[in-house]
């Protein structure tokens, strides 16, 4: 039978494809692989050191460091720890926390600063900072006056680096709205932060004053009703994206998918935007209107020329 696919356009610089397809290959290749025992099929995020080949992955209460032969080189334990949603992370002084598993929710590589940044379902969120040489050398990142450590959900997250305000690496964040935590713990919907190192490791909001700051959130009298699922997140031509899917409204029980953008030179989120998206098969004409997963790439020339009337270069992105 032959595989379905969907095409979508969205009105702007960057050309949306969502393209499905099914079918298996009769390739019987070997390729290296790693079997790591301790996840226990629990795997979550994959990150990859372009300039020394190495691979990161991040699973339930643990993180492995590979060669890119797939060679195990270090791993580092991320949990169980003893935790509670309604806690200050950190803090011994609270009696009712539990042994948690810690799922992986950020796994992403800062070239700049040559490190590992990595975060998860406890602690409220806050991360850890691994060298990309030997992440066993780990450190987390915690400032008890400041919500800039609070970085991932315990629902989905989504985080990558790209060119911030003043052109240096800044980490991009979009996360769901997690109702068992207390609001001084509370995270933005989306949100624009730096990576810094002068004495230690910090994590901050790009911008946060009385009267502007780097990020967005949801209104609280909605937050817990109207929940956003992240499902992936790039940059392109300037402008970083998020895929989302949520309600059409605030009191409907129907989803659909938006492509949220908001502009990199944009310290307060004024440039903010979200533009919904939806799919229909070629040959069913059914409404696909939530997004599974995504990739960034370039087209191949048979991709361009067999999903447009005319011929798209393959120096376009396509989604």
Sequence with gaps: MAAASFVCFVNFTLTLFLF????????????????PEALGGRFQHLAVDNSSG??????TNILYQLSENLE?????RTGPVWDSPKCPPFDQQYSDKTLSDNDNKIL????SLGVLLACGSVL???????????????????????KGSYVA???????????????????????EFQPDRPNEFSIPAVSTRTLSHTRGYKINFSLQNQHQHSYISVNSNYASDYRIRYVDGFSHDGFS????????????????SRLVRVCQNDRAYFSYTELPIACYGHDDGIH??????AALHNPGQNLSQAFTQDFMPTTDDVL
């Design 54 to 59: 190495r691979v990161y992955i991040g699973g």
């Design 20 to 35: 499905f397809t099914g079918g298996g290959s009769q390739n019987s290749k070997e390729f290296p692989n790693f079997q």
């Design 108 to 111: 992403v590589v800062d070239t």
């Design 241 to 256: 994206y998020f895929l989302t899917v949520q309600k059409t409204a605030v009191d409907s029980q129907s989803y659909h």
């Design 153 to 175: 959900s315990g629902e989905s997250a989504v985080a990558f680096f790209a060119p911030g305000p003043d052109g240096s690496e800044s980490l991009y964040v979009g996360a």
């Design 124 to 146: 409220q969120g806050t991360c850890s900072v691994h060298p990309l040489r030997n992440i066993a050398a780990g450190e987390y990142l915690f400032n008890t006056d400041d």
């Design 72 to 76: 195990l080189e270090k791993s580092y």
């Design 288 to 293: 696909h209107n939530v997004v599974q997963a």
